[in-house]
């Protein structure tokens, strides 16, 4: 099973981007599923998770600017990122806990993807 995150980049503060993370290989049940961030000498931190229940949690400085969506026929999760700030630059990995067929409870991490926003 691995995760494959895409969508990041350059972009000038204002602007938008869309993250996918597909987790490829049977899951058949997946607990949480969001995505978190890491600045270069800042530790990584939650920006948006589908938790158990299928509810979501936003980090405070992201909410109202960015939307957590996914799709489980596809085993994919989305982050559009609206109205971008230079502080929202890092590194954005997806996250997805759950049950990995034949090896049983997995927290899996993605290989992460490049968003820099310029001033």
């Known amino acids: 099973v691995q995760l494959q995150a895409s969508g990041g980049g350059l972009v000038q503060a204002g602007g938008s981007l869309r993250l996918s993370c597909v987790a490829s290989?049977?899951?058949?049940?997946?607990?949480?599923m969001g995505w978190y961030r890491q600045a270069p000498g800042k530790q990584r931190e939650l920006v948006a998770t589908?938790?158990?229940?299928?509810?979501?949690e936003y980090k405070d400085s992201v909410k109202g600017r960015f939307t957590i969506s996914r799709d489980n026929s596809k085993n994919t999760v989305y982050l559009q990122m609206n109205s971008l700030k230079p502080e929202d630059t890092a590194v954005y990995y997806c996250?997805?806990?759950?049950?990995?067929?034949?090896?049983?409870?997995?927290?899996?991490w993605g290989q992460g993807t490049q968003v820099t926003v310029s001033s």
């Open positions: 290989g049977s899951i058949p049940s997946i607990n949480i």
């Open positions: 589908f938790i158990s229940d299928g509810s979501t």
């Open positions: 996250n997805v806990v759950g049950v990995i067929t034949g090896l049983g409870p997995r927290n899996l």
